[in-house]
């Protein structure tokens, strides 16, 4: 208590002095910082309104010391492109869907695999549990910090040629598929032609006739208007897709533990709010889609199983390379909430 009390009024003197690096510094370890994040989605979107949740808790947090400046629409840079900047130190935070990252930690991978959880329950269960977390203690080793994970959801697959009711539909169709090797395969096996793509570059390939269709949660479908560019929505479900809430390393090294609080606290509370504005924003757009035209079909059990046995191989050939072990201990958690 006394070092305290002796130190904290030099350092008040230093900090009043002017004194080079630790000029704005103050007795409460807040400095004055700014935070440039971006994400690819727009600022309508559920994750962009998560991102100016973020920016409001930050700047609250910090009695206005440390700003948050959002950019949307991949004006930064698509998700990879991002979490490179984020490595050299260039930008600060990220949040993208974590399957663009397999390229770099292929773990994130058994989030790829479809059909594994059933709601976002079973999802949040896993991603916040212990698998969640083994997987985010694999980014400092890339230059990043995980604060925790966001939701882009469940995706669903339009097109401009038909209806997808079985998994004979899906033969022939050109779609557009993240950069992911999983998605990759697992359309393949399906019969359709999958090409990788950056989110930025979709609505014109779709527009332009260069893919037939792509897939995405809802919300993403409305924000992005596909539904201009697209005539048949159909309700797969076919896999999850959580959003990580990345800090570059660099940055949060130079953080104080009170800024690094400020910083975890905010992406916490924000994720918090985020699933939830997703999960009413989702429901609204598939209301809004109906509206707007879209030809929209369900498909039945039946067809959904068929799915998941043909690609079966795909998944239990990525669940070797990705840690049989690892896949289990998801498959297990999963188990535990399901249909409780
Ligand atoms: O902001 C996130 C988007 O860049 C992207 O992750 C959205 O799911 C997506 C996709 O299809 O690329």
Redesign the pocket.
Known sequence: RLAVGVLLPSLLLLSACGSGQNESASADGIQERTIKAG???SKM?P?GKGMEKFKELVEEKSGGKMKVQNFFD?TLG??QKMTEALQGGLQEVT???T??LVGMIKEFGIYDFPFVFNDEEEAYTVLDGAVGKKLLDKLPEHDLVGLGYWE?GF?SLTNSKHPVKTAEDFKGLKLRT?QNEVHLDAFSKLGANPSPM???E?FTALETGTVDG????LA?IQTQKYNEVQEYLSLTNHVY?P?VFLVSKKFWDDLSEQEQEIMSEAAQEAGKYQREVNQKENEKALKYLKEEGMKINEVEPEEMEKMKKAIQPVTDEYAKKFGPDLVEEMMSEVEKVRDK
């Open positions: 994400i690819g989605n979107h994750q991949a698509d998700d949040v993208p869907s399957s663009p882009n995706r993240m950056a989110f930025s979709v792509q897939e995405n949660p993403t897709t959003f």
